[in-house]
């Protein structure tokens, strides 16, 4: 007997997914807003759990934003897997699902971007030359479509969270930005759509991402601040694994991303590398064990 | 007996700004937007009867945007007039009245912009670089403060209409944009609070830019199709006026701004010019006597 329970609305038009949204509102819900590229993982669904833990009303976006692929990126093979998404999306009690064809995202004229500064410069803004710009077009355009009164992002974008709240900020866009801890692969390898990508070979040796960082966090713990040895030694774990490419390693502040040259303060270690052709970024937060302050994923205000 | 009527509440935080929308809305109000940069006078105050003819609640922003003038610009001598424009807005019957200090519109981190497209690199656009990116920024900022429902702009700065209208479209900002038409002194210059610098003689001067596009209009109504001889009369009329500099003077497609060999079909006539180092701008529709379209500023939809 099949008890998959009944799949969430979904509609493909912005028209559709503001009346669903007023409807929701006119009885007094909250609304959360999950914005996603679809094939869905359970990085995914804890957002829609955090959703609807805190709102009363959760839809889930799933539009593949070619404006945040550079030409040699992957977008055309970019894992669509709508029909596993949704039985996911029904699980987890999804109560809304948005859908739009790029046509009913992007106009033939469209020509207006949000343009983020510094803190979309380094890192993947860096290897990704307008990726950000990408992104927090998307991401405007998704709030002012359904003006959720709170949107959840995963702390493995981290950069994509700092650029998403510089811009909630900066544009006085009425939404609360909230940031859920990255969910994990038992060894470690941070969820990601892109995983998917990666031969069982590849996928075995990605565990490295992950090791790299916590080789960088038990050697702060154990006293050493020194950024260079620590880099070092975030090198050298991810070289282990064999093809890998590194793209970058580093250990930087959390607010400006500016590389540090000590751990004397909370520190963000960062990677991205190619396996087998695929990009996969990783990320934690270090505190240095004299500090005080926890260690958080960005911490929701 | 003084006579003047009670002055609209004036808030100068966003969170007063949007309690007090929210007070509106809640007994359920549609809500009217005019943002202005202050130094009101006859075309700002048609916009506001306008907002309140269409609307249930209306907003008024006086903000001199530091972001859409060059270093090089008039924002340290822009007319300020508070006491004046609260006076004007008492008398017109606006609600409320926003002026914020520069550091509620632009907090010290402020770096995320919305860059328009294609429609804000000509005429205004290449004359003032940047300018509409402050522009299309402060409007997107004032509309996530107010979320009014309606928006009221002047037909005067054409460019700067079609800019928001493009934005508000590319980023799908739940807003409706007016555009109510010029308004003129008696011998046609278009009100301007720049217009306040002339010198009498210069006021008197200024009033070729009308006159330059009144004679472009009535050579079209006579027959006359090449767009090269229309603008020689035009250039002819303005240059009349002593010490006049003409930035441009154009005849362009009313959607894409391209310049027009013919008028064929409806064209915008639009003028620039610097009398005593004071930028004065006008524009106008222009439709061909065989076309059937009206004579209308830019439509509503």
Chains 1, 2 share one sequence.
């Not at 999804?94 to 009913?104: I, K």
């Not at 343009?115 to 077009?137: C, I, K, M």
């Not at 590194?246 to 502040?253: K, N, P």
């Amino acid at each position: 007997m099949n008890t998959t329970p009944a799949r969430p609305t979904c509609v493909s038009t912005v028209r559709e997914l503001r009346e669903a949204v007023a409807g929701a509102r006119q009885v007094g819900g909250t609304i959360g807003l999950v914005p996603t590229m679809g094939a869905l993982h359970e990085g995914h669904v804890s957002l829609v759990r955090a959703s609807k833990a805190e709102c009363d009303f959760t839809v889930v976006t799933i539009f593949v934003n070619p404006t945040q692929f550079a030409p040699s990126e992957d977008l055309a093979a970019y894992p669509r897997a709508l029909e596993a998404d949704l039985d996911k999306l029904a699980q987890v009690g999804a109560d809304l699902v948005f859908t739009p064809p790029e046509s009913e995202v992007y106009g033939p004229a469209h020509s207006t971007w949000v343009e983020p500064g510094n803190v979309a410069r380094s890192l993947e803004g860096a290897s990704r030359p307008d990726h950000f710009r990408g992104v927090a077009t998307v991401v405007l355009k998704l709030l002012n479509m359904a003006r959720p009164d709170v949107a959840f992002f995963g702390q493995k974008d981290y950069q994509q969270v700092l650029v998403v709240r510089r811009m909630v900020a900066d544009l006085d866009v009425p939404v609360t930005i909230r940031v859920c801890p990255t969910v994990r692969e038992p060894d470690g390898l941070a969820m990601s759509s892109r995983n998917a990508y990666l031969s069982p070979d590849a996928r075995r040796r990605a565990a490295v991402l992950w090791k790299s960082l916590s080789a960088a966090r038990e050697m702060v713990q154990e006293g050493n601040r020194d950024a260079k040895a620590i880099l070092a030694r975030m090198r050298e774990v991810l070289l282990s694994a064999e093809g890998l490419v590194i793209d970058y390693a580093v250990l930087v502040d959390p607010e400006s991303l500016e590389p540090v040259a000590r751990v004397d303060a909370q520190v963000l270690a960062a990677v991205a590398a190619r396996l087998e052709g695929t990009r996969l970024i990783d990320n934690c937060m270090i505190d240095p064990p004299s500090s005080s302050s926890p260690q958080s994923p960005i911490p929701n205000p």
